[in-house]
């Protein structure tokens, strides 16, 4: 386990934290008005390899050169100048700092976007040291800056990566739908209805992810997956953006516990570990894996049931139940995949350097209207 502390006067900023993978919505800006929760469960803490954050270059900017060093193979509007190395905690998790007022103005409506650069600073020698991300439509995290801060190895139990049968036997599947809060609500922001119950933004985030790697291990071909929720989430997309013409190839479920793929699958969709970032690899890694965060991968494999109404609690004794386990709401349209990470991914391919794939890439935004993302 770790504490970050202040690069300046050495101070704790965090308490004692584990690290694990950075999950796949971490960037993710989801709807209009929305109220998403804390990014990192408490207790954790991820390091974004890449730059990120203020300052923004625009793509006229940097030479082709600079930009496939850093594994960017197609054009985007902006890139990143900041450092490498941002690590985010849940804000529950900070000690010992403060908010920046003068720079509390970067964000939209709602909150704090750390637009600005870092709006949290040091208590002790006031080293702006983090942003804190609070507006609507963003996960709630704190990032602390590159440079600002230094992790320092503390007494503790180490969090020992689970194996993936422990993860089949404890994890939690991640559900498909529920029920999302909106800031200015006439009926109060926490209010849910089975109108307001939607796809959940870590599946959109997640398929915006495995499209990208579906497109890249296509060839260019149609690619099939399996009915259910893998179809709802990818076949629509994927049927528009590939030709209908030649053979096709073959996605399934695969991983822990699950039966080895036969013969004709040539695609693997398969879960990343929550801790290591490591996607499951089979025996055999003939075929393209595709990444799922392991939460969504385990519904997809493992499907719950979704309760009609948040529930806590048990029924009192001798209480029956008489609702013959009814479905849960479901979201009311269709699915759609996130565009601003399905773009960031697909650019990081190498393979949308292939004409047929930038094309696709290129014409992003005729597919987002016509409601395929």
């Known amino acids: 386990m770790f504490v970050f502390v202040c690069a300046g006067c050495g101070a704790e900023l965090t308490v004692p934290l584990s690290q694990v993978a950075l999950p796949a919505h971490a960037h993710q800006a989801y709807g209009n008005g929305t109220q998403l929760p804390v990014l990192m469960e408490p207790g954790t803490f991820a390091v974004e390899p890449e730059p990120w954050g203020p300052p923004w270059r625009k793509w006229e900017e940097i030479h082709p050169d600079e930009a496939a060093a850093r594994g960017i193979h197609a054009p985007l509007y902006a890139l990143s100048d900041g450092a490498p190395g941002a690590t985010v905690i849940a804000p529950g998790d900070a000690r010992g700092t403060v908010l920046i007022p003068e720079n509390r103005g970067g964000g939209y409506c709602c909150g704090l976007d750390g637009s600005a650069g870092p709006n949290v600073a040091c208590a002790v020698c006031t080293l702006p040291v983090a942003s804190r991300i609070d507006d609507c439509s963003l996960w709630q995290a704190m990032w602390l800056a590159p440079g600002a801060v230094r992790r320092l190895p503390v007494d503790g139990v180490d969090a020992v990566p689970r194996s993936w049968a422990e993860l089949m036997a404890e994890g939690d599947g991640t559900p498909p739908f529920g029920p999302i809060a909106h800031w200015g609500s006439r009926l109060g922001a926490g209010h849910w209805s089975h109108h307001s119950w939607s796809w959940t933004p870590e ?171």
């Not at 991983?255 to 879960?271: C, K, Q, S």
């Not at 948040?310 to 995949?337: I, K, N, T, W, Y």
Request: charged share 20%.
């Open 203 to 373: 599946w959109v985030a997640a398929a915006g992810r495995a499209l990208a790697h579906l497109l890249a291990a296509s060839e260019g071909r149609p690619v099939m997956v399996p009915e259910g929720l893998v179809a709802d989430m990818f076949q629509r997309p994927l049927d528009a953006m590939l030709p209908a013409g030649p053979p096709a190839r073959h996605a399934v479920l695969a991983g822990p516990g699950r039966p080895a793929p036969d013969g004709e699958a040539d695609i693997l969709l398969v879960p990343v570990h929550p801790q290591t970032g490591e996607p499951w690899a089979p025996a055999d890694p003939a075929a393209y894996l595709v990444p799922l965060p392991f939460g969504v991968w385990r519904w997809l494999v493992l499907p719950e049931h979704v309760p009609p109404v948040p529930m806590s609690g048990v029924l009192p004794d001798g209480v029956l139940r008489d609702d013959f386990d009814p479905p849960g709401p479901r979201a009311r349209r269709l699915f759609r995949a996130d565009p601003e990470i399905f773009r960031r991914t697909l650019i990081r391919l190498p393979d949308v350097r292939r004409p047929w794939l930038r094309t696709i890439l290129d014409d992003l935004t005729q597919y987002i209207r016509a409601g395929h993302f």
